[in-house]
């Protein structure tokens, strides 16, 4: 995916002058991944700075994981809220993750035939789990699926990056239809607006 994108998303100068900065787009589709194990960190590390979100899902997949096995639902369902409470967790994230946890084992949502979906399916899937949002699903298709084309514009770095790039404020409509410029690549785009803000 990244070469090609970044090649295509060169033909714009203000990505090409990113791209020239910053080198390689670091976003690659997970080798083996656990997709409950990626929505549970997904609704953990909600609205928290990297760092933080970081230590406290490690205490809660210490918790939750046992022998070296990655964190199932029904390790989640056993588990006290009291004790997912004491890793950092807020108590609406518990109940979240709770729920995430009953869908999954009920079948409600069929995490297992996420990728043969289309992004716009596996958003509509995700959201039937309460506490998980378009933001959340984005980011699980971006970062989990690597799916090419997707542009989170309710992310707070997207638009401050954005805002920064075309050195004026930008509504959700403009933003949306300068994006279009960077089909059919723009979670690439995204990675390198992220950069303008994280440096």
Same mark, same amino acid.
């Not at 910053?22 to 656990?34: A, E, F, Q, T």
């Not at 929505?39 to 809660?60: D, M, P, Y």
């Not at 990728?115 to 699980?140: N, Q, S, Y």
């Given at each position: 995916?990244?070469?090609?994108?970044?090649?295509?998303?060169?033909?714009?100068?203000?990505?090409?002058?990113?791209?020239?900065?910053?080198?390689?787009?670091?976003?690659?589709?997970?080798?083996?991944?656990?997709?409950?194990?990626?929505?549970?960190?997904?609704?953990?590390?909600?609205?928290?700075?990297?760092?933080?979100?970081?230590?406290?899902?490690?205490?809660?997949?210490?918790?939750?994981?046992?022998?070296?096995?990655?964190?199932?639902?029904?390790?989640?369902?056993?588990?006290?809220?009291?004790?997912?409470?004491?890793?950092?967790?807020?108590?609406?994230?518990?109940?979240?993750?709770?729920?995430?946890?009953?869908?999954?084992?009920?079948?409600?949502?069929?995490?297992?035939?996420?990728? @043969?979906?289309?992004? =716009? *399916?596996?958003?509509?899937? +995700?959201?039937?789990?309460?506490?998980?949002? /378009?933001? #959340? &699903?984005?980011?699980?298709?971006?970062?989990?699926?690597?799916?090419?084309?997707?542009?989170?514009?309710?992310?707070?770095?997207?638009?401050?990056?954005?805002?920064?790039?075309?050195? @004026?404020?930008?509504? =959700? *409509?403009?933003?949306?239809? +300068?994006?279009?410029?960077?089909?059919?690549? /723009?979670? #690439? &785009?995204?990675?390198?607006?992220?950069?303008?803000?994280?440096?």
């Amino acid at each position: 995916m990244t070469t090609h994108a970044e090649k295509q998303l060169s033909k714009d100068l203000l990505l090409k002058k990113l791209i020239q900065k910053y080198g390689p787009c670091k976003i690659r589709k997970r080798k083996r991944p656990d997709y409950f194990e990626d929505l549970v960190a997904s609704i953990v590390e909600q609205q928290l700075s990297g760092k933080a979100a970081k230590t406290i899902f490690s205490r809660v997949k210490t918790l939750l994981v046992k022998s070296g096995k990655r964190i199932t639902p029904e390790a989640v369902l056993k588990a006290k809220d009291e004790k997912l409470r004491e890793c950092g967790m807020s108590w609406s994230k518990v109940s979240y993750i709770k729920d995430l946890a009953k869908k999954v084992k009920k079948g409600e949502v069929d995490i297992k035939k996420l990728d @043969k979906l289309t992004d =716009r *399916e596996i958003i509509e899937e +995700l959201v039937k789990v309460k506490g998980i949002g /378009r933001w #959340t &699903a984005e980011m699980f298709l971006m970062f989990t699926l690597a799916r090419p084309d997707v542009f989170p514009l309710d992310d707070l770095g997207i638009r401050k990056g954005m805002d920064k790039l075309f050195k @004026k404020k930008l509504s =959700r *409509e403009d933003m949306s239809k +300068l994006s279009e410029n960077w089909k059919p690549f /723009r979670t #690439t &785009a995204s990675w390198y607006i992220w950069r303008v803000v994280d440096n």
